[in-house]
Every structure is written in structure tokens, then in C-alpha cells.
T-cell receptor, first 113, second 113 residues
Framework: DQQVKQNSPSLSVQEGRISILNCDYT??????FLWYKKYPAEGPTFLIS?????DKNEDGRFTVFLNKSAKHLSLHIVPSQPGDSAVYFC????????????FGQGTRLTINP | DAGITQSPRHKVTETGTPVTLRCHQT?????MYWYRQDPGHGLRLIHY???????DKGEVSDGYSVSRSKTEDFLLTLESATSSQTSVYFC????????????FGPGTRLTVL
């Protein structure tokens, strides 16, 4: 049972435009959500997070939106840059407990010049 | 940089051979994790530790054991490697105000022939 799903395996966006990556979850106990970026042959890098008491969190070009009723979150990157080309993973956890993360399958983002 | 190193970075072994992967951290973090990354699955939790000699199973723990005799080291052992354990293995630590943000090491690519 995949509790966190990223239904788009890949996404291609033109440089300068907005990239929108989506993530859905099924477990209503999740109350903290994170996005990671991964380049080949490197470990995932933490990008941005949001707790369930918020519906939006912004950090520079990156904004995460959370829709709790739909159990959906999205990552917006504006403007997209070539260095943003990577695999993006969303992850979820319950604040109470051992802080275990459940990851989605990942979305490969390609930024075209 | 969370001060996490993994060794070895690459390993090729044969079916039935025992293998131990090492994760080392330098910043006295309490929580440590082992994940494996496979295409189509994202990252999946194998085992985690919440202190010296305190460990617990994750989502895909069968065929793996762990040990943590010192705060800085978390070892993952494949008692008898199988081809299904060919994967990239990542170690992580928890940090941040609520310890909900995890930071990853560079990974170990393991091939079991």
C-alpha cells in the first residue's frame, strides 16, 4: 500500500517557467511533509517542509502548498533554472513518534533551455 | 552538511556473502536511519535507531540487521546477500526543531551478483 504517491514519473519544463510537482498521501496521521531534491550519485538534499497547521510555506523560489482535505501537496519552483533538473521526492511523517519518513516514488524534473 | 559519511561507497559481492555497510556521523545526532532506493519505489526505510543500542524495524527489514554501539556509528548488515538486495543504500540523521527533517549521506551502491 503506497501511502505517499507521486503520480508523474517525469516532468519537462522550459527554463524561466513555473515547475509544479505533485504528491498525494492516504494516511491521515501524517502531519509533516517534506520535499527532497536528488542529483545522480548523491544523497537526497532537503529542500523545504510544511506542517499540517499551515497551508503554504515559501523559501526563495520554492513554495510548498498543502491541501489537507484533498490529502495533496505540491511544490512550485519559480522561475525554473537548469540546475533544478533532478529527481524530486516528497515525504511524509507523523510528528509524534520516531520521525520515520515515508517517501513517494519520485518525479524526474528536466528544465529545458 | 550534516557530517555524514558512508563506507564503502561502492561494493560488488556475490550471493550468500555477508556484507556490512557503515554510516558515520560527527555531530552527536540521536536518530539515525537506513534506507534503500530502488526505481519505482522511492526510498524505503530498512531500520532506524533512536539511541545507542536502541533500534527498530522499518518497512523493508527482512534480510537486514543493524547495530549501534556508539552514537556516531550505525551499521547495516546483510547476513547473506541476495540479488534482490542490489540497491543504493542511504544513511540519514534527524535534525531540526522537531527532529522531522532528515539529512542524508552520499549513499552506497551495492551490487549482489
Amino acid at each position: 500500500d503506497q501511502q505517499v504517491k507521486q503520480n508523474s514519473p517525469s516532468l519537462s519544463v522550459q527554463e524561466g517557467r513555473i515547475s509544479i510537482l505533485n504528491c498525494d498521501y492516504t494516511n491521515s496521521m501524517f502531519d509533516y511533509f517534506l520535499w527532497y531534491k536528488k542529483y545522480p550519485a548523491e544523497g537526497p538534499t532537503f529542500l523545504i517542509s510544511i506542517s499540517s497547521i499551515k497551508d503554504k510555506n515559501e523559501d526563495g523560489r520554492f513554495t510548498v502548498f498543502l491541501n489537507k482535505s484533498a490529502k495533496h501537496l505540491s511544490l512550485h519552483i519559480v522561475p525554473s533554472q537548469p540546475g533544478d533538473s533532478a529527481v524530486y521526492f516528497c515525504a511524509a511523517s507523523a510528528i509524534q513518534g520516531a520521525q520515520k519518513l515515508v517517501f513517494g516514488q519520485g518525479t524526474r524534473l528536466t528544465i529545458n533551455p | 552538511d550534516a557530517g555524514i559519511t558512508q563506507s564503502p561507497r561502492h561494493k560488488v559481492t556475490e550471493t550468500g556473502t555477508p556484507v556490512t555497510l557503515r554510516c558515520h556521523q560527527t555531530e552527536n545526532h540521536r536518530y539515525m536511519y537506513w534506507y534503500r532506493q530502488d526505481p519505482g519505489h522511492g526510498l524505503r526505510l530498512i531500520h532506524y535507531s533512536y539511541g545507542v543500542k536502541d533500534t527498530d524495524k522499518g518497512e523493508v527489514s527482512d534480510g537486514y540487521s543493524v547495530s549501534r554501539s556508539k552514537t556516531e556509528d550505525f551499521l547495516l548488515t546483510l547476513e547473506s546477500a541476495t540479488s534482490s538486495q542490489t540497491s543504493v543504500y542511504f544513511c540519514a540523521i534527524s535534525a531540526g526543531p522537531l527532529y522531522n527533517e532528515q539529512f542524508f549521506g552520499p549513499g552506497t551502491r551495492l551490487t549482489v551478483l
